[in-house]
């Protein structure tokens, strides 16, 4: 029997116009957390299970620290998701970056 995952989180990461990086978490019908990380220039894919969200938060926020080297996030939240965690980007849009 299949279980349905529930799409918790996406990110989206641009530079400009151009995306970059895609970020989605999925939480699924026993507890278990997905983080999938895609490279768009790259046209790479990582997937990761975790066992609890903490985990996955921390794998979600490492995504996202990793991606603002190069461009700024765009989070988009599921209305009944509250992200646990220290440390949670908040959704929408990022500011751009300051340049000097």
Do not use: H
């Not at 989206?12 to 997905?34: D, F, K, M, P």
């Amino acid at each position: 029997m299949a279980f349905r995952n529930q799409l918790r989180e996406i990110g989206e990461c641009y530079s400009g116009n151009r995306a970059l990086l895609r970020v989605e978490l999925r939480q699924s019908g026993i507890g278990a957390w997905q983080v999938q990380v895609v490279d768009r220039e790259e046209n790479r894919r990582i997937d990761s299970s975790f066992d609890n969200e903490a985990a996955a938060r921390q794998a979600t926020e490492t995504a996202y620290r990793y991606g603002r080297q190069f461009g700024r996030w765009n989070i988009q939240r599921a209305s009944d998701y509250d992200p646990q965690g220290t440390t949670v980007t908040p959704a929408g849009w990022e500011p751009n970056p300051v340049t000097t």
